[in-house]
């Protein structure tokens, strides 16, 4: 079982990224999959989540109208458009599958977890 994620990096405020998370194909078609992220001090927060087959999409109010979260099940990899982004973004992302089918919010429904990528907006 495996997730990885990548595409992180330093932008300025303004600009855009696009994260992946690449998955074990046993994990990926069936599972409903979410993006978090943890900066330092604070706690991980779920930042937006998708179906198993991308029908579904939840956001935090906070990324809402700028974050894009997407899925391509034949490349079991998941996507996240991150565009006008703010200081206050920069953290560590993750990806992760849910145990469920269905996109949720819920941190306890998540069962596996992906090694993060850091995202660093400067002002």
């Known amino acids: 079982v495996q997730l990885q994620a990548s595409g992180g990096g330093l932008v300025q405020a303004g600009g855009s990224l696009r994260l992946s998370c690449a998955a074990s194909r046993g994990i990926f078609s069936n599972n409903g999959m979410g993006w978090f992220r943890q900066a330092p001090g604070k706690e991980r927060e779920i930042v937006a989540a998708?179906?198993?087959?991308?029908?579904?999409?939840y956001y935090v109010d906070s990324v809402k109208g700028r974050f894009t979260i997407s899925r391509d099940n034949a490349k079991n990899t998941m996507y996240l458009q991150m565009n006008s982004l703010k200081p206050e973004d920069t953290a560590v992302y993750t990806c992760a599958a849910a145990r469920i089918s269905g996109a949720t919010m819920t941190n306890s429904l998540y069962r596996y977890w992906g090694r993060g990528t850091q995202v660093t907006v400067s002002s």
């Open positions: 998708i179906s198993w087959n991308g029908g579904v999409t």
